[in-house]
């Protein structure tokens, strides 16, 4: 069974740092490009960064870049988001989340299209000004 479990979220003022991590058990996260997600109150789920081992590239949101950095750790199988110079417009719940028909970044942050089978439950992160 596949399983993703984030964890790491919390409340952080501007300008602060959190890492967020991803477990995944049920598959290698180098079998799929894995994707972070957030949604905001009252906003649909957006994608915020992507990881895939194929092709060793990543993907981030335009809003994050320079500041978000996706990694991971295989001997774990868990995969991190960094996220520096936070801002109170990032405060939202955090998704990793994966799907077999993504082994690389491209499509997945139009995960309403294509689809997404595997979600986590989600970590909150809040960012106050």
């Known amino acids: 069974e596949v399983q993703l479990v984030e964890s790491g979220g919390g409340l952080v003022q501007t300008g602060g740092s959190l890492r967020l991590s991803c477990a995944a058990s049920?598959?290698?996260?180098?079998?799929?490009?894995i994707g972070w997600f957030r949604q905001a109150p009252g906003k649909e789920r957006e994608g915020v960064a992507c990881s895939s081992s194929e092709d060793g590239s990543t993907d981030y949101a335009d809003s994050v870049k320079g500041r978000f950095t996706i990694s991971s750790d295989n001997d774990k199988n868990t995969v991190y988001l960094q996220m520096n110079s936070l801002k109170p417009e990032d405060t939202a719940v955090y998704y990793c989340?994966?799907?077999?028909?993504?082994?690389?970044?491209?499509?997945?942050?139009?995960?309403?299209?294509?689809?997404?089978?595997?979600w986590g439950k989600g970590t909150l992160v809040t960012v106050s000004s």
């Open positions: 989340a994966a799907d077999p028909i993504y082994t690389y970044c491209n499509g997945l942050f139009d995960w309403q299209h294509y689809g997404m089978d595997h």
């Open positions: 049920g598959f290698n996260i180098d079998d799929y490009a």
